[in-house]
């Protein structure tokens, strides 16, 4: 490791998680920071067998993250950061024990698994040193990033109606429901295809657009027989500048892969990106043209640069969009780009709102009607 | 003409018409049918130019709709059909006249402007010894009819979820408000955005899909100042098999040229077709493919077989659709296949649902509610 | 029939043929042409029946051309113009007939079944009366004019490559070869894939770039066992002003269907078509865009506009293009816009390049170098 | 790092390298490996800067390649193989002075500058304990590696075409060519577009379709007025089995990125791959449908499993691409894989007829004739 490198400790990332291992591959890619500890599943022999896999030496294993936080305080040589990357039910205690000893806190979104947690987080975040990052993956694509400035800056003036989609296929049918954490309600939280996904095409729309929602319409559905959490959510959103919002998110849309997708009409212009395409930015004006903008073009706005690491025509993928994150944190952990986080990078404010968009969705479709995000059951 | 061809008369097409001169087009493309007499818009002077330009002889352009019925009723070789093209305000007039004569109708969408215009025709096009044709114009791509076929076959299984999107940009500023018939309501009807273009994607869900729809939940919007129709619409919508589909549909969507698309997932998978590819249907069934149907495979079915006239890889458009529903027209009007009336080709069943959807829609839209599409204010 | 309708004539059409009912939808799709008179195949019965299907007089239908010519000639309301689709053996005679009768031509590539043919027709042309236009369908397309526009008015800077590409898989297998004229060089000519569709190739890419190619390295193959022509055609080319081609075509690419793309590179810019995707012209700059220009954009050239008839979104396909040609072949018989043909519309120059491209590509394969175009063997 | 890591040492990755930094990501990303020294630029400064960013301790930052070879092999813990990414000029001193000192070599494409060098390498290679792998990255797709696979196992029948197309824009003018050294045929060798990206184009041919070139000719071109080596490479070819295959390349294709792409067409498929859609094989079979295969599909083969890390729907880019070989070498090294080393991985067999390729090319651009790939000159 650099001299430069960040120390930090991963907790997850256990046999068959998925997001764990890329949070690893993602940390070390620009060789900011230096992964050096963890706990990588609860099964202590299976974490052994992970934890040597990638080089973590075998007494900063740990059996679970409140010993790895003593542990490491007791180290010249201790971590400074830690990255949640577990269950949703198990974000609350892990940030909050980490932020109380000092140390930063990258967490894999959501931010918490109920609304209440998350309430109870930010007032520790903000009580810390520390810095808390959520890891919004879709947030480090430099295209994602494009759109943000350009929305920002005017580009296709005022925001008059997002369309946000995110159909996955993977929940289609009911077998293995049993093995399925987010399918369970004591481990995932409140929302099923909403918390999982939902949040992502939430805060996607929020962040892109630079608008907030205000009042929501949800038709949530549980597809498969069984399930105790939705697998399918539709959501109409009014936006404070009076624009409008179409969020459709499934996990019972058979044989779709990950398509998240984004189209923000403004005034003055359209911009669509598309996660099966992520290099590009496609910008409609009315013209008769499309224009494609691709990722790495020379006057791409500063946070879109930052995201991109190679050439144009050189594809750079959900890794790298992870990695950015990460590259963001380290800036903000050196105090050279404090302002980043809440910024490009999320934070608690977009977790917080996050979790009440699962919150209000889940009360407007109990109900049926219009549910103003401020508002409480 | 062909000794077979079908004799019609056009009321509509003036200049500055967008439909009109298609349906002279469809009409004429395959042979069936030969435009011989007509109104061609409501200034006397510039219908006559149209009608020339059209081969129409001079004596059958007629000043309107009522002394076309009665002229061509005195003709040994009189029209046997007429199609509508205006705006929506006289649909119900002209059809409703020229059934009463014992005319055949080919309408263009919407049925009539209103819901109580919609169901008074029902009654009258039952009495009629005519046909009543619709032309949802979208329902004659090779595409949408093997879409349709396949899942009324089983192909994916039960319907789960909709996803149908109808963005269009050319109404994203309000310069020239003034001249659009579809932004007044004493022409347009009851609905904008929902009557134009709401009314295509919501015929297309339960067209393709074979489901109905039960109850919505829609929120509308103006969002140029001055518009008193709407120009933007957005549906939830639950359909009679438990299934769900959300409807999103815009004229503000700047940029956006007509950009129509449909999704079906099913329990054992996704049918997705584009208007602006519309040759390919895609097929995801989650075992890590995407299959691209072709206009032209040769295992289409009979429906689709019969909307492609050319091989494999020579694009066919909106015009060839529009031909495609006149093709079917003139197979019901000839006795060879009268089913197709109401089943491929849209006839008063979907032209009253569609209808009451702008109905229920501004209905919903009012109260903030989720309202059943059988319900009356 | 309009009175401005122009009369016309088809030989061909037959049963089974492709190109002919082409010919017949897009003659009269613009209501320019009416089809008063023919020869629909070399069976008498299946000719009449064809005829009257598409509402041809019975004492219109004829046994031959020749018959033909002489037939109309004798009447008040005798054709202006002939359409040749039949197989190109007897182009020639018809086209070099009815110009010396006084007719119009309008023949399908390509020009002749043989260069030497070809070339005796030039000077006939010339020594008509009539117009002779040579339907390369792909030059209809709106997109394929509007590229060519750009390189003539300098958009791209010097033209310095070009890469054309015909990929078809219909001859993929040997089955029903004895059926198929095109593999039969005394119906077909001298080419195979080279006259089929090479031609296609070799025109579009000097129609688009306004180059002319000066020398040619062939490869033709023949891939199926027992072929006599070639069914897989690759050229390198070098232009006039330096640049380079490459032209590749197959008959043989398993599953294409007739996926003609082309890309120009110029000094300042590339500019891309593909027929799967007409409605689009693709141009890169360098700076990170593509833009992507839609038929029927406000500020198109003249020549696209000409060959657009809906608003934008509204696809055009094949039909449409060629109708687009026989548009353009009305305005020069009716002497609005002589200047089209060998302009816009290919006539003999083109067609005597094309065939000139064939012969020349047959002599450098056989002899394994580079060869002039203007070089005799 | 890990124990089981691999010790590398970088040379090459100065300041203004595109590939030195993707060799470093690409070596750590799946934890195999750990870069502890190299010899990063020509200036020692600057080469220190670099090193320390990349956490390598100071004193295994080097002057030059032999230095580290002396210098590493001084420690127990010295590296156990070198990564080669400099100008190609010093490629075979370093990879002959590295196998000779008993290192495994990683080097990026080409081999070396010349052929005499490479024929030179290929003893040393055989003669050596090493490891010679090459990177020609694209080999590192998981759907290169699927279509690979699927010809070998005779999925689309006889391999009868090749269309392998790799344009590129950024030197298509001509402003700061003295400071590139790809153009200088001191530091390049002795291709210019064929040395750089042609070799790719030829390498991927014949990786992918399991065929070998017999035959060539080339038209090589240098478009932008002043250089010395070809920018744009175009080239006919004779496949073992009596197929063909057409390779257009390009540094002057403007603003063209870096589109490889290559379609492979057997007698009874056609498989299609595109680097800027990387994730996706089209596979067309005649029967009207593309099917497209996702990276990731569950019944992929075994080689295009191991170039996945992410399910399906995640996009892996470039950087994957080059760790999947670096993960394979890895195995190669540890033993538990050889056979990869010359079959998924390119080692000199490869590299020798990539060297081959170019020096025929430029024989048979020069002659104006076609060559065979054994011929000497």
Partial sequence: MSD?????????????????????????????????AGVFGRDPAKSRVRGREWGVPIDRIYADHSELIIGEAQRQDGVACIVIATPNESHFAIASDALRAGLHVICDKP????????????????????????????????MVREARARIAAGDIGEVRKIVVDYPQGWLSNGAGDAQIWRLDPARAGLGGCAGDIGV??????????????????AMLSSMVAGRRL?????????????????????????????????????????????H??????????????SELLHAGA??????AKRATRLPMGHPEGFIEAMATIYRDVADALLGTAPSLIDGE???????????????????????GRWTSMEERP
Wanted: charged share 20%; hydrophobic share 45%; proline share 3%.
């Fill in 4 to 36: 430069a490198s960040i120390r930090i400790a991963l907790v997850g990332g256990g046999v068959g998680s998925f997001i764990g291992g890329i949070h690893r591959m993602a940390a070390q890619l620009d060789g900011r920071f230096a992964l050096v």
């Fill in 111 to 142: 931010m918490t698994a109920t609304l209440e947690q998350a309430e109870l987080l930010v007032p520790i975040v903000a009580a810390s040193r520390g810095i808390y990052a959520l890891t919004f993956t879709y947030t480090g694509y430099a």
């Fill in 200 to 217: 992502h095409a939430f805060q996607l729309a929020e962040y892109v657009s630079g608008q907030r929602v205000t009042e929501l319409n």
């Fill in 230 to 274: 939705d697998d399918d959510c539709n959501v109409l959103m009014r936006l404070t500048n009076g624009g409008v919002a179409v969020l459709t998110a499934s996990q019972i849309a058979t044989g779709e892969r990950n398509g998240l997708s984004i189209r923000v009409h403004g005034a003055s212009g359209t911009l669509a990106w598309r």
């Fill in 276 to 289: 099966e395409d992520p290099a590009v930015l496609r910008i409609d004006r009315g013209n008769g043209r």
């Fill in 298 to 303: 020379p006057d791409s706005c500063p946070a």
């Fill in 345 to 367: 990078v999320p934070g608690v404010t977009d977790g917080l709102r996050s979790m009440r968009f699962i919150d209000r969705a889940i009360v407007s479709n109990r109900h």
